[in-house]
C-alpha cells in the first residue's frame, strides 16, 4: 500500500502510529450546530417503531398510516402501514410550495464543460412533462420501466416521473453491457426504456443508442424506448417504437397533479450481484425507504438546507446514487452538484475545481477515488481552495486508515468529520456509520448502528460476539428502508438473507466485521463469493458463466485478489477446451474482451491465467481460497483435502 506520507510528499512523523491521534473527537464548533444530538439515540432506545414514526413526520402523507411496522409476513415488511404518499412530490411539489421553487436543486456539469442550474420550479415543470408523457404512452401503475443513462439531470428526472405515476423504475447502470441490459429488461418486463443517443466518455462521444438496439431486439415487453439527444451522434430510429425525448417530453404539459400511492408500493427494482451467475432484483417500496433516505440524509450529512452545497460522487446505476442523489437529498431540499464525468476529465484537477466552483460542503465518495487521489498526489488537491468542505463521507468499501486520514487532511482541511457509512442495495439506506457532532471516530471503522437500527455481530452458531470478537454482521430487526423481496423469486429472497439465522430471524448481510477492544465496529468485507472492485459488487460465478461462454474455454474459477487501488481486482484461472490453441496474449484479450461483453467493462479481470488443472475438493468443489492465496502471493496453508496436491505447482508453471 503506498502511504500517505509517499502519496503526500510530506516529510513529517505523522505516519507513526504513536504520533497520530487514533480517535478524532468532535469539534465543539460542529457539534454546536450538528443537525443529530444525543436525543435521538435515547428516543430510539426508548421506544424505537416510536421513533420511526417521528422520523415518518419529515416527509408529507397524503393519508397518515395507520400502524409502523407491520412484520406478521415476515421476512416482509410492511412499513407505516395504511399510509399513502408520492414520492415525488415529496421531493419536488412540496419544496416549491414552501416557497423554496428558485432554489437550485440541481447544478450540473457536463464533462465537456457544459453547465446548467435547475431550481425546484425548473425541476418540477420537467418532471411533470415527463410525467405526462410516460402516462401518454400508456404506462399505468406498477408498470416496469427501464432507464439507460449517463449522470444527466434527465436520468434523474425520469425516475422521479416513475416515482410520481407509481412506475417501478429499474436502472441500469449505462456501462454495463447490451446483454446484461437484456436480461434486467426481462427479468422484469419493462415497457419503456430510457437512455440517450451516446454518453461523453473522456472527451470522446461514445454510442450508447446501439446497446439499446441490440438489447431490445426480441424484447417482447418493450413496447417504446425514449431517447435523449445527448451527444449529437447518428443513431438508428425505429418508427413505432423509438421517440425523442426533445420531441415529446420537451413538448408535454408543464403541470401534473400527483397521485398518493400505497406506502408500500414499489418504487424501484435495483439489479445486484449474488452468489450465483443470476443477478437479483431488489426491490424497494416507497414510505419507508424515503423516511429512512431522508433521516439519514438529514442526520448522518448533517445536511443543511439552503446552505450546504452537496455532491455525492456516485453514479444512479447504483443503489447510492437511488439513494443519496436522488431520494433522500431531494426530499430534503438539497442543492447538489451532479457531475457527468470522470475524475480525470480533461485532467485530475476536475473534482477540486468543481468543489471550488460551487462551493461544495459535504463530499461523498467512495475509498478507491481517494486512494486513487492519493496516487496522484496532493499537490493536485492542494493547488484549490477546499475550504467549504467542512463534511465528508465514504462507501463502497472498507476504508484504510491511511485513506482516511489523507482524505481528512488533504481534503478535509483536518477538521471536517468524515462518516464512514455501511449500507448495502438491500438495505436501502445507511445502516451504520459515525454521527457527525456525537461520535469520536476512528479511521477505519464504521463505528456503530444509527439510533433506529440494530445489528449484532455473530459466530455460526448466533452467539454474540463481544469486544474483540470477529464473526458475521447480522441485522436482528426490520429497518424501514429494508429490501421487501427479490423480484420474481421471493424463494431466493428467503435463502439468501434469512435462512442463516432461522429461528433468530436475522437479516444476514454477507460481510465479516469485528468489535474492536472500544467496541467500535469494524466492516471486514464480504464473507461469500461477491468480489468487491472499486466499490462495485460482482460476483465470481458472473464472471465465471462469462469466460465460459468463451468457445475456447472449459473451464473457470475466479476469485477477488486483494488491490492497492481498487480493494479488489478479478483474477481468473482458466483451463482451455482440448485442441484449443494457447495463443498467449492474444487469446487472453479476447477473453477479457468477452467479459466485458457480456457483462461490463468493470468486470474485466485484471489477470487470466491458462491453467492446466485446477485445485478442487473431492467433492469437486474449486478452492477458491487456494486460489485467492495464490493470486495474493502467500504460503499455500492446508492442501491435504485436495485430490492432487501438485495441482498448484502445475498452476504457477513449475
Ligand atoms: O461489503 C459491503 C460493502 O459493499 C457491500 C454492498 O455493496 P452494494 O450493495 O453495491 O452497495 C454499495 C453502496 C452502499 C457491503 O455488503 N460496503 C459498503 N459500504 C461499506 C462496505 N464495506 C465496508 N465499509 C463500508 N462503509
Same mark, same amino acid.
Given at each position: 500500500m503506498t502511504s500517505a506520507a509517499q502519496a503526500n510528499g510530506s516529510t513529517e512523523k505523522s505516519e507513526q502510529p504513536d504520533a497520530v491521534p487514533q480517535v478524532y473527537p468532535p469539534s465543539p464548533e460542529f457539534t454546536a450546530t450538528a443537525n443529530a444530538g444525543p436525543e435521538l439515540q435515547a428516543e430510539a432506545d426508548a421506544d424505537r417503531l416510536e421513533f420511526w414514526a417521528e422520523q415518518a413526520k419529515r416527509l408529507h402523507w397524503h393519508a397518515p398510516f395507520t400502524d409502523v411496522l407491520d412484520w406478521s409476513d415476515a421476512p416482509v415488511a410492511k412499513w407505516f402501514v395504511n399510509g399513502r404518499l408520492n414520492v415525488a412530490f415529496n421531493c419536488v411539489d412540496r419544496h416549491v410550495l414552501e416557497g423554496n421553487g428558485d432554489r437550485v436543486a440541481i447544478h450540473f456539469e457536463g464533462e465537456p464543460g457544459d453547465t446548467r442550474d435547475l431550481t425546484y420550479h425548473d425541476l418540477l415543470a420537467e418532471v411533470s412533462k415527463a410525467a405526462n408523457t410516460f402516462s401518454d404512452l400508456g404506462l399505468v401503475p406498477g408498470d416496469r420501466v427501464a432507464i439507460y443513462m449517463p449522470m444527466i439531470p434527465e436520468a434523474i428526472i425520469a425516475m422521479l416521473a416513475c416515482a410520481r405515476?407509481?412506475?417501478? $423504475?429499474? &436502472? +441500469?447502470?449505462a456501462g454495463f453491457s447490451a446483454s446484461a441490459l437484456?436480461?434486467?429488461?426481462?427479468?422484469?418486463? *419493462?415497457?419503456?426504456? =430510457?437512455?440517450?443517443?451516446?454518453?461523453?466518455?473522456?472527451?470522446?462521444?461514445?454510442?450508447?443508442?446501439?446497446?439499446?438496439?441490440?438489447?431490445?431486439?426480441?424484447?417482447?415487453? +418493450?413496447? !417504446?424506448?425514449? =431517447? =435523449?439527444?445527448?451527444?449529437?451522434?447518428? &443513431?438508428?430510429?425505429?418508427?413505432?417504437? /423509438?421517440?425523442?425525448? $426533445?420531441?415529446? +417530453?420537451?413538448?408535454?404539459?408543464?403541470? $401534473?397533479?400527483?397521485? %398518493?400511492?400505497?406506502?408500500?408500493? %414499489?418504487?424501484?427494482i435495483l439489479y445486484t450481484s449474488g452468489t450465483t451467475g443470476k443477478p437479483k432484483g431488489i426491490i424497494h417500496t416507497s414510505g419507508g425507504y424515503l423516511t429512512q433516505a431522508s433521516y439519514t440524509h438529514h442526520n448522518v450529512f448533517d445536511h443543511k438546507a439552503g446552505q450546504d452545497v452537496y455532491w455525492c460522487t456516485a453514479d444512479i446505476g447504483w443503489v447510492t446514487g437511488h439513494t443519496y442523489i436522488v431520494y433522500g437529498p431531494l426530499s430534503n431540499g438539497v442543492t447538489q452538484v451532479v457531475y457527468e464525468g470522470t475524475p480525470n476529465s480533461p485532467d485530475e484537477h476536475r473534482h477540486f475545481q468543481i468543489i471550488e466552483k460551487y462551493g461544495v460542503s459535504i463530499y461523498y465518495t467512495a475509498p478507491t477515488l481517494v486512494r486513487t487521489f492519493m496516487k496522484w498526489g496532493r499537490d493536485i488537491p492542494d493547488a484549490h481552495d477546499l475550504s467549504s468542505i467542512r463534511l465528508l463521507g465514504s462507501v463502497g468499501e472498507p476504508i484504510n486508515p491511511e485513506a482516511w486520514k489523507w482524505f481528512r487532511e488533504v481534503i478535509g482541511g483536518n477538521k471536517a468529520p468524515i462518516v464512514d457509512t455501511w449500507w448495502q442495495t438491500e438495505t436501502g439506506a445507511i445502516m451504520i456509520s459515525p454521527l457527525?457532532?456525537?461520535?469520536?471516530?476512528?479511521?477505519?471503522? *464504521?463505528?456503530?448502528?444509527?439510533?433506529?437500527?440494530?445489528?449484532?455481530?455473530? /459466530? /455460526?452458531?448466533?452467539?454474540?460476539?463481544? !469486544?474483540?470478537?470477529?464473526?458475521?454482521? +447480522?441485522?436482528?430487526?426490520?429497518?424501514?428502508?429494508?429490501?421487501?423481496?427479490?423480484?420474481?423469486?421471493?424463494?431466493?429472497?428467503?435463502?439468501?438473507y434469512w435462512s442463516r439465522y432461522p429461528e433468530q430471524g436475522w437479516?444476514?448481510?454477507?460481510?465479516?466485521?469485528?468489535? /474492536?477492544?472500544?467496541?467500535?465496529?469494524?466492516?471486514?468485507?464480504? &464473507?461469500?463469493? &461477491?468480489? !468487491?472492485?472499486?466499490?462495485?459488487?460482482?460476483s465470481t460465478s458472473e464472471v465465471e458463466s462469462a469466460l465460459v461462454g468463451h468457445h475456447g474455454v472449459a473451464e473457470a474459477a475466479v476469485v477477488g485478489a486483494a488491490d492497492e487501488t481498487t480493494g479488489q481486482g478479478i483474477v481468473a484461472f482458466v483451463i482451455l477446451r482440448e485442441g484449443v490453441e494457447n495463443t498467449g496474449d492474444a487469446l487472453i484479450a479476447e477473453l477479457k474482451a468477452e467479459v466485458a461483453r457480456e457483462i461490463s467493462p468493470i468486470a474485466k479481470p485484471r489477470q487470466i491465467t491458462v =491453467? %492446466?488443472?485446477?485445485?478442487?475438493?473431492?467433492?469437486?468443489?474449486?478452492?477458491?481460497?487456494?486460489?485467492?492465496?495464490?493470486?495474493?502471493?502467500?504460503?499455500?496453508?492446508?492442501?491435504?483435502?485436495?485430490?492432487?496436491?501438485?495441482?498448484f505447482d502445475a498452476i504457477r508453471g513449475k
Open positions: 405515476l407509481g412506475l417501478t $423504475h429499474s &436502472v +441500469v447502470f437484456r436480461s434486467r429488461i426481462d427479468d422484469a418486463e *419493462a415497457k419503456l426504456v =430510457v437512455t440517450v443517443d451516446g454518453q461523453w466518455r473522456r472527451g470522446q462521444a461514445a454510442p450508447l443508442k446501439p446497446s439499446v438496439d441490440e438489447a431490445v431486439d426480441g424484447a417482447e415487453s +418493450v413496447r !417504446n424506448v425514449l =431517447v =435523449v439527444k445527448r451527444t449529437g451522434i447518428d &443513431v438508428d430510429i425505429t418508427e413505432g417504437r /423509438d421517440l425523442w425525448w $426533445h420531441e415529446t +417530453v420537451d413538448k408535454a404539459s408543464d403541470t $401534473h397533479e400527483p397521485k %398518493p400511492f400505497d406506502s408500500e408500493h %414499489p418504487l424501484f457527525p457532532g456525537i461520535t469520536a471516530t476512528k479511521p477505519g471503522s *464504521a463505528m456503530a448502528p444509527l439510533p433506529g437500527i440494530s445489528a449484532k455481530i455473530v /459466530d /455460526d452458531d448466533a452467539t454474540e460476539l463481544g !469486544n474483540g470478537g470477529s464473526g458475521y454482521l +447480522v441485522l436482528d430487526k426490520p429497518w424501514p428502508a429494508m429490501l421487501r423481496g427479490i423480484w420474481g423469486d421471493m424463494d431466493r429472497y428467503r435463502d439468501t437479516y444476514f448481510a454477507g460481510d465479516g466485521a469485528k468489535y /474492536d477492544e472500544d467496541g467500535a465496529l469494524w466492516v471486514l468485507g464480504r &464473507v461469500d463469493d &461477491v468480489m !468487491n472492485v472499486s466499490g462495485h459488487r460482482i =491453467v %492446466p488443472e485446477l485445485p478442487k475438493t473431492r467433492s469437486g468443489k474449486i478452492m477458491r481460497r487456494l486460489l485467492k492465496d495464490i493470486a495474493e502471493g502467500r504460503d499455500l496453508g492446508d492442501t491435504s483435502t485436495l485430490v492432487d496436491p501438485k495441482v
